[in-house]
């Protein structure tokens, strides 16, 4: 199972980590490792890279945010090597992501005294933008032919479990995910409902929206903090949200929904 068919696979910045991610997973699949497994471990090299933040080993931040997210992409390639696709698995990633991005910016917000509410408002913003990119890929995949359609357009119900896994633990990190997320995917979804009867989406369009992708942004932190730039990361994750609009208008101006 691939994430999309070959015709729709697009140059995406945001996953620079992938071929280093599909290496690990092919090392670990006749392990007992599982793709929980690896998510628990980004999340844990992304606690360590906070670590780094707050202590000012900003060098080690940069390279720890770059192997989490390696890391963040090899839990999905290794359920896609075993060819078992997981509700579990999926909600559990984004909802780890989550966290780990309120935690970032709030450690950064701690070291530069920025007051809680643009903390805030910069966390909204970038789960925000993580949503249009997400909201559009997950098209791209659902309307592609063998692609993975494990994350769906609209989250609004309770998906059935897959083989092997407990329903009730896929609906505690639904209800999870929804409480996380939903306020993020209805306001997109209100701002471009028809982008899902869309036959397809370019893929120079889709490498356009990548700059959204959570890898980038973590790279983008990462760097900043590298260079000094901290006091500028969490006024520069609110301003970069302008391409909202303008993804958006170019999508519904350019590409007409069926």
């Known amino acids: 199972m691939s994430k999309l068919a070959p015709e729709n696979k697009f140059i995406d910045i945001s996953d620079y980590g992938r071929f280093i991610a599909k290496r690990f997973a092919k090392l670990l699949v006749n392990t007992h ?3 929980v497994h690896v998510t628990l471990l980004f999340f844990i090299t992304g606690l360590a890279a906070i670590y780094c933040i707050l202590h000012a080993y900003y060098w080690g931040a940069l390279i720890l945010l770059i192997l989490k997210s390696i890391i963040d992409a090899a839990d999905g390639e290794l359920a896609r090597l075993r060819k078992k696709p997981s509700y ?8 780890l992501d989550l966290v780990l991005n309120f935690l970032i910016l709030l450690s950064i917000s701690n070291l ?3 007051p809680f509410w643009i903390m805030f408002t910069a966390f909204f913003a970038m789960q925000l933008q993580g949503t249009v990119f997400n909201y559009y890929y997950t098209i791209l995949r ?7 359609t494990t994350s769906r357009i609209e989250e609004n119900s309770f998906p059935i479990a897959l083989h092997g896994e407990n329903q009730q633990m896929v609906n505690v990190l639904f209800i999870a995910y929804t409480i996380f997320y939903g306020g993020f995917d209805r306001i997109i979804i209100a701002l471009d409902r028809n982008a899902k009867n869309c036959n397809s989406l370019p893929n120079w369009f889709m490498s356009f929206v990548s700059i959204y992708g959570l890898g980038f ?9 590298a260079v000094g ?3 500028f990361i969490i006024p520069f994750f609110i301003g970069y ?3 909202i609009v303008v993804l958006i208008a170019i999508r519904k101006l350019m590409f007409k929904a069926s």
């Open 241 to 243: 949200s302008i391409f």
């Open 112 to 114: 530069t005294n920025t």
């Open 142 to 148: 659902n309307n592609s032919k063998g692609g993975d």
């Open 217 to 225: 942004q973590l790279l983008i932190i990462g760097i900043m903090l």
């Open 33 to 35: 490792v599982t793709p």
């Open 88 to 95: 579990i698995g999926r909600y559990l990633d984004s909802n």
């Open 229 to 231: 730039f901290i006091h």
